[in-house]
């Protein structure tokens, strides 16, 4: 009788030990393909923002290629236009000079592109320059920033 028990204990802890490593391996691949799952999901949404932009890109393409024929069929061309040199003299706030950059970009704004920017920094020489009428312009001062665009 002993004898039988000692045999059943032995088969269930063979049973026991096989059931444990089937357990681990199983759960050792589901959290594999877990992150496998989460890695493709992540390509997908990747890949769906991509051709998101790249809808809206050609769109954006073929809205200028509209606009660019409509331009020649009424006979504008680019060597046509004519460039005139805008001088703001007058200091302008931050909010002010951010409404007229933007009237730069291309937008129903647009009426003229930038070529260079040159902000002066305002002195004390020039305060009082500024208040006898007089304007002291040096070219370019420490301070002052030039750009090229």
Do not use: C
Not at 64 to 87: E, I, M, N
Not at 110 to 120: D, E, N, S, T
Not at 125 to 134: D, F, L, M, P, V
């Amino acid at each position: 009788m002993i004898f039988r028990y000692k045999i059943f204990s032995v088969v269930v802890g063979i049973a026991l030990v096989i059931s444990g490593h089937a357990f681990f391996k199983a759960h050792r691949t589901h959290a594999l393909l877990k992150l496998r799952l989460k890695g493709l999901k992540a390509e997908v949404n990747a890949l769906e923002t991509h051709r998101k932009q790249s809808a809206l890109n050609r769109r954006r393409i073929d809205v200028a290629k509209d606009f660019v024929d409509r331009a020649r069929s009424l006979g504008l061309t680019r060597t046509q236009w004519h460039s005139y040199r805008v001088t703001i003299a007058e200091p302008v706030s931050f909010q002010e000079a951010e409404y007229i950059l933007n009237q730069t970009a291309n937008s129903p704004f647009y009426y003229f592109r930038p070529v260079q920017l040159h902000i002066k920094e305002k002195t004390a020489s020039e305060s009082n320059n500024t208040a006898t009428g007089r304007r002291a312009s040096a070219p370019q001062e420490q301070g002052d920033l030039l750009l090229t665009l």
